[in-house]
């Protein structure tokens, strides 16, 4: 039987993890679910009670969507997402899994924290757009001149805080950013794994992904 895959649409974590699992072709059986109301089964196998949730077989759960990534990308790497760069690549990751999103939780949310405006949120996020945007100017992708984990693992998230005010995010500074995102946002991978589901609590079925 192929692993069970719990997934949720928006939930940019997932979004990497179906990225993955998309390019290496491991098979999984897809259980979209909604955050407010998550099966008994996903809660009784995942300590961490967060989305994505890969069920690899009886004795192997990975709970962490990187951990779900890597595990695909060590399976089948069809287009090289991991070189020579990985641990440099986890350091960038690990920067906008942290510190990018608490930013941009806050940007997005800015009405729920209003010890500050919400330009102060954006602000303080820039200086991860700082990077990416350096990066890019070195080459057409994060890490090189393809994509790779890095430029997978992040997206998401840049998509996210772009969508948060469209129009400053047009007009900000960041053009090579916002190229790369363009065309990452408009990749056959990522319009496929975007696809509407019904939820399995809904449904009762599994859906075979890619
Ligand atoms: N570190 C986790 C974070 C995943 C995460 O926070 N997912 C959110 C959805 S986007 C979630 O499940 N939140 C729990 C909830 O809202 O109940 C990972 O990388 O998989």
Known sequence: MSPILYSFRRCPY?????????????????????????PAELLAISPNKTIPVLQINEQAVLD????????????????????????????????????FKSWLDKYKYADRFPEYEQAYYRDQAEDFLMELESRLHKQTYLFADHITLADMAIFPFIRQFASVDKAWF??????????????LVNDELFINCMKKYPTWLESGEDILFP
Do not use: F, T
Not at 81 to 90: A, F, G, R, T
């Open 64 to 99: 962490e969507s990187l951990e779900i990534m890597v595990w695909a990308l060590s399976q089948h790497d069809p287009k090289q997402w991991i070189n020579d760069s990985l641990q440099e690549m986890l350091l960038l990751i690990d920067n906008n899994d942290y510190e």
């Open 170 to 183: 047009e007009q900000s500074p960041y053009l090579r950013v916002q190229q790369w995102l363009m065309e």
């Open 14 to 38: 997932a979004m990497r993890a179906r990225l993955a699992i998309a390019i290496s072709g491991q098979e999984v059986r897809l259980r979209e679910i909604v955050l407010k109301h998550k």
